[in-house]
């Protein structure tokens, strides 16, 4: 089945960083962008991040100079590097490509 794994997920420090990984079990982000989104209770997921096939990168105006998505596509692996995380970066993180999700992740950033 192919599917898409996220990991890397935990609780933080205002200030700290972390280190979210993706990867793809089925080739799905050969040739395709890929994105991070997030979502909060009673909030709609949004786009955090993503990547194109490229290497071009767009982001959330609320993560920009703070936030790093890369791709190892030799690995099928993307990450998203956050820094200098923010309590309202609190939430649970998604992975997606194709129109293929990942289960989440949850990041809490406590102050």
């Known amino acids: 089945q192919v599917r898409l794994v996220e990991w890397g997920g935990g609780s933080m420090r205002a200030g700290e960083s972390l280190r979210l990984s993706c990867a793809d079990s089925g080739q799905i982000f050969s040739g395709k962008t890929v994105a991070w989104y997030r979502q909060v209770p009673g909030e709609q997921r949004g786009l955090v991040a993503q990547?194109?096939?490229?290497?071009?990168?767009t982001y959330a105006d609320s993560v920009k100079g703070r936030f790093t998505i890369s791709r190892d596509d030799a690995r099928n692996t993307v990450h998203l590097q956050m820094d200098s995380l923010k309590p309202e970066d609190t939430a649970v993180y998604y992975c997606m490509s194709a129109g293929i999700w990942g289960q989440g992740t949850q990041v809490t950033v406590s102050s």
């Open positions: 990547i194109s096939s490229s290497g071009t990168t």
